[in-house]
């Protein structure tokens, strides 16, 4: 696992101003940029949307975070990070979504990475700050700060 979780997103990955016509869709770009920056396997988008279908990602505050199946694992690369902000809200399943953090991830690497990231999700400004960030190097500083404070 990377000592930060900045280390795992490709300046590539992160996207700030998406579109997405629903929920599926919001997802399908989420893996694809997955896919185009080596992380994962095509086939990796659709285990992605299974896992929404049977759990969904919604975490709250405009917030998911899309994933795929135990079925996936076998088609990620490496363990990566996407950040796909949506300035017109996504409707996922009701719920008004501005950014998905897609995961990549080989073996148990996403438990790790799910609480790193509720570092950031739980604190009410560093999620608001990930939710209107602009700029990939306000996203970068805080998915580089998660370290910081979950060893603190």
Known sequence: ???NLAELLDPAALRLHETAVD???AIRRCG??????GAADPAYVETMLARERSVPTYIGEGVAIPHGTL?????????ALAVLR?????DWD???????VAIAARGDGHVEILARL????LDPDQARELREA???DDVLRLFAAAREDSNS
């Not at 079925?71 to 363990?79: I, P, Q, S």
């Open 71 to 79: 079925a996936g694992k076998d088609l990620v690369h490496r363990d």
């Open 32 to 37: 694809q940029v997955l896919v185009d920056i």
């Open 1 to 3: 696992m990377a000592d």
């Open 134 to 136: 602009s700029q990939p």
């Open 118 to 121: 509720a570092d950031i999700l």
């Open 94 to 100: 009701g719920q008004p979504v501005t950014v998905c």
């Open 23 to 25: 929920r599926d869709d």
């Open 86 to 90: 949506f300035p017109e809200p996504v």
